[in-house]
Structures are given as structure tokens and as C-alpha cells.
């Protein structure tokens, strides 16, 4: 112990402490190192992440709201009387059951309301027919003449009929109000009446000779 406190040697005493003193300082350096060593690393900084910004609510669509407007009747109330067809109305016709060659067949054509409510009966070339038929045979017919149809157009009331007459000369009928000269022959006959193309009526009866 009085050696290191007191060094002995033939230098001066400075020289042996400045070698004593280098001694501990590279011991210090050693032990700081391997202190160094042995230390954890020291933890990267943790950069700071940006808040990612907060989208605003959204709002929901609101959808339009679409009213539908009130459809209209397909079909009117008529306001005014009906026609005279076959959902109010009967047509009846009449005529001699036996006529001869040289004679004429009167028909005669009634249009009667049977409903609760006024008709109204448009009487023309247009809306009524009347033909003469023997079998397939189309002997006569108003189609070749409109003035041979009776023009009336009437309000019948509930229970009333309107009549009228269609006269035939038992001769064959051509267009334009054209007939033949020659009658008809012998045999049974069919005058059929039709209005509206709906409404109709007929009579058979029998031609003979004159």
C-alpha cells in the first residue's frame, strides 16, 4: 500500500502518477465500453401520423315524392238519352203472309224502346237495312237505294215504338235504285229488317202467281 501511495523508482514522482493516472483512465474507457455494450438501443422517435380527417356525415338521399294524379275514367257517363240498339230496344216487322206476282208487300217495321230511360232512334240509309231473300238468294235489298229507307230521327219514351213502312214491288233490285222488269217467280220468301247492325226482324211469307 506505501508503494501505490508512494512510488519508489529512480524517476520523479509525477512520472508515476501520470502513468497510475493513463492506467485508470483507459480502464475507464474499457469499462464504458463494455457498458456501452450491454445497453439497450436506444428507440427510434415515433414520428407522428397524421390524423386522418373525419369525413362529414353524409347525408341520405331523399327521394322525390311522386303523386300520382287520379286517373280519368276511360269512358265518360253519357249525359244525354242513348241510341236505340239492341240493349234497349226491339225491331218487329210485319207483312202479308201471301202476296201474289202482280201485286205488293208492305212491310211494316216498329222499333220499340223496352228500357226505363229515353232512346234516341236515328232512322237512315246508314243505320237500317232492309232485305229480301229467298234462300241464299238476295233478291232485294235498300243497299242499292237509299231513298228506299224512311229518314226519321226521334226520342222514343220508355214502353213506345215508332213504325214505319217499307214497300216492295216483288222485283229484283240492281244498284242505283235500278229493279228488273221481270217479278220474281213463285215461292217463300224473307224480308228482314236490321238496325244498328244489331236490332232485327223478319217475316216470311209466300209469293204465287198472279
Request: proline content about 8%.
Given at each position: 500500500?506505501?508503494?501505490?501511495?508512494?512510488?519508489?523508482?529512480?524517476?520523479?514522482?509525477?512520472?508515476?502518477?501520470?502513468?497510475?493516472?493513463?492506467?485508470?483512465?483507459?480502464?475507464?474507457?474499457?469499462?464504458?465500453?463494455?457498458?456501452?455494450?450491454?445497453?439497450?438501443?436506444?428507440?427510434?422517435?415515433?414520428?407522428?401520423v397524421p390524423a386522418t380527417p373525419?369525413?362529414?356525415?353524409?347525408?341520405?338521399?331523399?327521394?322525390?315524392?311522386?303523386?300520382?294524379?287520379?286517373?280519368?275514367?276511360?269512358?265518360?257517363?253519357?249525359?244525354?238519352?242513348?241510341?236505340?240498339?239492341?240493349?234497349n230496344s226491339d225491331l218487329s216487322?210485319?207483312?202479308?203472309?201471301?202476296?201474289?206476282?202482280?201485286?205488293?208487300?208492305?212491310?211494316?217495321?216498329?222499333?220499340?224502346?223496352?228500357?226505363?230511360?229515353?232512346?234516341?232512334?236515328?232512322?237512315?240509309?246508314?243505320?237500317?237495312?232492309?232485305?229480301?231473300?229467298?234462300?241464299?238468294?238476295?233478291?232485294?235489298?235498300?243497299?242499292?237505294?237509299?231513298?228506299?229507307?224512311?229518314?226519321?230521327?226521334?226520342?222514343?219514351?220508355?214502353?213506345?215504338?215508332?213504325?214505319?213502312?217499307?214497300?216492295?214491288?216483288?222485283?229484283?233490285?240492281?244498284?242505283?235504285?235500278r229493279t228488273t222488269k221481270d217479278?220474281?217467280?213463285?215461292?217463300?220468301?224473307?224480308?228482314?229488317?236490321?238496325?244498328?247492325?244489331?236490332?232485327?226482324?223478319?217475316?216470311?211469307?209466300?209469293?204465287?202467281?198472279?
Amino acid at each position: 500500500m506505501g508503494s501505490v501511495m508512494h512510488p519508489v523508482g529512480d524517476q520523479p514522482v509525477w512520472v508515476y502518477w501520470a502513468r497510475r493516472g493513463a492506467i485508470v483512465a483507459a480502464a475507464l474507457v474499457v469499462l464504458w465500453l463494455v457498458f456501452a455494450m450491454f445497453q439497450p438501443a436506444p428507440s427510434a422517435p415515433v414520428a407522428a401520423v397524421p390524423a386522418t380527417p373525419t369525413a362529414p356525415p353524409t347525408t341520405p338521399e331523399v327521394m322525390p315524392t311522386v303523386s300520382e294524379s287520379p286517373t280519368e275514367s276511360a269512358s265518360a257517363t253519357p249525359t244525354g238519352p242513348l241510341a236505340c240498339d239492341a240493349t234497349n230496344s226491339d225491331l218487329s216487322v210485319a207483312g202479308y203472309q201471301k202476296v201474289k206476282q202482280d201485286g205488293r208487300q208492305l212491310f211494316k217495321v216498329a222499333v220499340a224502346n223496352k228500357g226505363t230511360a229515353d232512346c234516341v232512334l236515328d232512322l237512315k240509309a246508314d243505320t237500317f237495312n232492309f232485305v229480301v231473300s229467298s234462300g241464299s238468294d238476295k233478291i232485294w235489298t235498300t243497299e242499292h237505294c237509299a231513298k228506299w229507307v224512311p229518314t226519321k230521327k226521334t226520342t222514343l219514351k220508355p214502353k213506345k215504338a215508332y213504325e214505319f213502312t217499307v214497300e216492295w214491288s216483288l222485283k229484283r233490285s240492281a244498284a242505283n235504285c235500278r229493279t228488273t222488269k221481270d217479278l220474281v217467280k213463285p215461292g217463300t220468301y224473307v224480308g228482314t229488317g236490321t238496325l244498328a247492325d244489331a236490332l232485327s226482324g223478319r217475316q216470311v211469307f209466300v209469293v204465287s202467281k198472279a
